[in-house]
């Protein structure tokens, strides 16, 4: 199906570079700073956990090469929403840009800047009737900035990446080189935790890997896209998954597994235990420059959702229109930041959280899903192929189902809840096509 016409006139001005650092400030925000102690408690040993999260990290590499290819046969902005609207019809596209614009871009969004604005009051000591004003301010920042060309918010993305993996790069350091004799405990085992569930430690390491869709959201702004997605996929999750294994590693060398598990807030642990108060400064800079970089990812790609879905006639005509000097989707990133506030100010960001990362990765794995509509409706496609096909998307499908069972089994009532906010959307689907005639075929 050849691109809508709106869709043909953005401006493919992002770098090979510039899609890579998407990836990776899609994927790391605030989780790899907080989610391993939960981790530990979950896992019996310090190999066990570093083995955890080297097989979620895999796992998670191959679902991007799966969207490597998707991003290749369909290299137009959308994302998900065009996969699913190609392969199984306008109501699976509606039901994915409903669920993305009420909860999961939205609430994620929402519940991120939440983070940025406690790290950052912490940062600069203000009081915490400043929080509110903080999650504003950042939400307002990272959508006006992106009002003016894709360049220039792929500049400040590229900016708050290299300052994440730096922070990162601090901590790995100070936990690897500056915490005297700790690397002995890295692989120990820890005997008060033997017969730890394996699967349930995987739900938290999981959503520490969620985002790396994003980039396909803008597809139609990347130069020689059916190149450059499959390698910036590749490149960015190697990075994240690097990263990540030395951050764990630096967490146990200087907590041991049982201070790990102990621990709330590992990062600042760390940081405060090897540097002192300077270090917990350090660290609440770089998880608040962390978060505010992931809510930017997430309002650009989601608006990409929107304009298509405004020109497919599944939208509101308005959200399809790029501004005619900067070629962005101006009305549906307005709509999708303004949105994200109200979430923000309802206080409700923690079970929204919830809701934005289940719908996130049972939307990622029917995505990946689509993948064999293509093979048989296309064919083999002349560009990159995911390698191991059909088994590795299978894998991919099959883990992320398990772990969607497992998150209705844990926690039903927030899934639950999830899961009729996805539904709602049919009945609201019906009511746009009775109401409005432009609905695409």
């Keep these: 199906m050849p691109p809508s016409p709106a869709t043909e006139t953005y401006v493919r001005s992002l770098r090979p570079w510039d899609a890579a650092l ?165 692989l120990a085992a820890d005997p008060a935790r033997q017969g730890v569930g394996f699967l349930g430690a995987a739900l938290p390491v999981l959503f520490a890997y969620s985002g790396f869709t994003y980039l396909n959201n803008l597809a139609g702004e990347v130069r020689d896209p059916q190149r450059t997605l499959p390698r910036a996929l590749t490149l960015g999750m190697l990075l994240v998954i690097g990263a990540y294994a030395l951050v764990n590693v630096a967490y146990l060398a200087v907590l041991g597994h049982a201070g790990l598990a102990a621990s709330s807030a590992p990062a600042a642990d760390v940081m405060q235990q090897v540097a002192g108060p300077v270090g917990a400064k350090v660290i609440a800079l770089g998880v608040a420059i962390s978060t505010l970089g992931f809510c930017n990812i997430t309002l650009v790609a989601g608006a990409r959702v929107l304009q298509v879905m405004g020109e497919d006639g599944l939208f509101f005509r308005a959200v399809a229109r790029l501004h005619p000097r900067w070629r962005t989707p101006n009305t549906a990133l307005l709509l999708l930041t303004a949105w994200a506030i109200v979430l923000a100010l309802s206080g409700s960001y923690g079970q929204l959280l919830d809701y934005a990362t289940f719908g996130d990765w049972l939307a990622c794995a029917v995505g990946v899903g689509t993948l064999f509509w293509y093979r048989r409706h296309d064919g083999a496609s002349g560009g990159f192929r995911v390698p191991g096909y059909p088994w590795l998307p299978l894998l991919f499908i099959a883990a992320v189902t398990l772990v969607v069972v497992m998150s209705l089994h844990d926690n039903p009532r927030n899934t639950g809840i999830g899961l009729l906010i996805m539904a709602a959307g049919a009945p609201a689907y019906l009511l746009w096509r009775r109401l409005f005639s432009r609905a695409h075929p």
């Design 22 to 186: 998407i990836v990776v400030g899609g994927v790391i925000g605030g989780g790899i700073f907080l989610n391993p102690g939960i981790v530990a408690q979950r896992t019996e040993s310090g190999l066990a956990l570093l083995l955890m999260w080297m097989a979620a990290g895999l796992l998670t590499l191959v679902g991007a090469l799966c969207y490597a290819e998707l991003g290749a046969r369909r290299p137009h902005a959308g994302g998900s929403y065009v996969y699913l609207r190609e392969a199984f019809g306008p109501l699976a596209g509606f039901l994915f840009g409903w669920t993305m614009l009420l909860v999961i871009y939205s609430g994620s969004s929402a519940a991120v800047a939440t983070i940025f604005a406690r790290y950052a009051a912490a940062l600069f000591g203000l009081p915490p009737a400043w929080a509110r004003p903080l999650t504003i301010g950042a939400l307002v920042f990272v959508g006006g900035i992106n009002l003016f060309g894709i360049r220039l918010g792929a500049q400040i993305q590229n900016l708050f990446a290299l300052l994440k993996l730096l922070a990162v790069a601090a901590l790995v350091t100070c936990g690897l080189f500056l915490a005297g004799a700790g690397h002995g405990q890295v």
